[in-house]
């Protein structure tokens, strides 16, 4: 794990007037990602950003991970074809290893019920059953700027090939414990971590505890 000097946050779901808080804040960098380039080039642009920023948060759109969630929710929305998922797999994890591209420190999913249904499963389940507190629900009004300055600190991710290892074999109803669709409304800016608790977090855990 590479350390850098910002906290890096991706954000999900999050339309341009839920960044507007953030465009003022001294302490906040929001990146914007070429949007024509492949997904995974916008990640590692993203990350090499990051890594040259000392602003306390780095916020940006360019999930790294994106290319494998829309790979994966295409395998089972029975949309994709032969292969994608296992090609977005290698190539994520390619990268990751030549630390070309790296996890950011949290996912914020705004309103996750507008979501997918699949993607809500990847984000919700697949990465918030595999550490909760690196993932942040926030309500349709939530003030972002208020949800950054209360994340959570928890065990750090496990490495992206570890956190990928079978992902071809995960369905969507059953990766981690789903988040009810009843309580994703709790999450408004008050509570920026209501997503723990809801979903199951691995009992043990260990490691590095980044802010």
């Known amino acids: 794990m590479e350390r850098i000097a910002t906290t890096v946050v991706a954000l999900v779901g999050a339309s341009g007037d839920a960044t507007a808080s953030l465009k003022a804040k001294p302490n906040v960098t929001l990146y914007q990602a070429e949007p024509k380039a492949p ?22 759109q360019a999930d790294p991970l994106s290319w ?50 699949t993607l809500r499963h990847w984000y919700l389940g697949v990465l918030g059953g595999a550490r909760p507190c690196r993932v942040v629900v926030a309500g349709e009004g939530a ?13 750090w991710w496990p490495g992206v090939d570890e956190l990928l290892a079978g992902i071809e074999n995960v369905v969507p109803e059953q990766a981690g414990r789903q988040v009810p669709d ?6 408004h800016a008050n509570h920026p971590g209501a997503l723990q608790g809801l979903v199951a977090s691995s009992s043990g855990d260990a490691g590095d505890s980044r802010p």
């Open 39 to 60: 997904l995974i080039e916008q990640a590692a642009a993203a990350w090499e950003a990051a890594r040259r920023t000392h602003t306390t948060y780095f916020v940006h």
């Open 68 to 117: 494998v969630a829309e790979a994966w929710a295409a395998r089972f929305e029975g949309t994709g074809q032969a292969g994608d998922l296992e090609v977005a797999h290698a190539e994520t994890v390619a990268r990751y290893k030549a630390r070309s591209l790296g996890l950011p420190d949290y996912y914020i999913v705004r309103s996750p019920e507008g979501l997918p249904a």
């Open 143 to 155: 003030d972002l700027a208020a949800v950054l300055s209360a994340l959570p600190v928890g065990p």
């Open 182 to 187: 009843g309580l994703l409304n709790m999450a």
